[in-house]
């Protein structure tokens, strides 16, 4: 599945996440650190994929795309499992606790919970696609929603493009009957 669906996806987890469980008050700069948190959490498992859009945006990405997608054991295996997960939630942890004193108002936890929800939303997304998701590694088996495979989505096709405007398409509905709620959003719990 290409980033941009990913994305997509990612984003619109989080905004349903954020209307229906939010309950604290948090600062401007929290919720953009946590979107771009949330944009990293929605394509960082095809890290394992010299040629992800991540890699092909820095100067000598593929390079480094190359040693990493070996490390992960290349496409669609570690960071696309419960393993590679509970990995990318430590590591995303530590960092979060040594930006802390440098921004201490940044809500961490807040920050933390926007790039896991990207990040199983990248997974769930994969499970709808041909490839299927090796979620339960070691065991070396890929699941696939739905079971027959002909009926899952065949990535950058027209499969994958129908999905991304059924999203899009979704989230309009969302955002017109939660209308109330994203306003209230906004003004009661940014800071
Ligand atoms: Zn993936």
Known sequence: MTARTHDLAAVTVLGIVAVSTLNIQITLGTALIALVANQLGGIAPDLDQPTAPFWRNLPVGGYFGKIIGRVLGGHRFISHSLIGMAGFGFITDLFLKFLHPILPNLNTGVVWWAFMIGLVSHLVMDTLTKEGV??????????????IKKLRITTGEA?????????????????????????ALL????I
Request: hydrophobic share 45%; net charge positive.
């Open 159 to 183: 499969t994958e493009k129908a999905v991304f405007i059924a999203i899009l398409g979704f989230d309009m509905w969302y955002c017109s009957t939660h209308y109330g709620k994203l306003l």
């Open 134 to 147: 090796p979620w339960l590694l070691p065991i070396p088996i890929k699941f696939g929603l739905p079971p």
């Open 187 to 190: 003004h009661n719990q940014i």
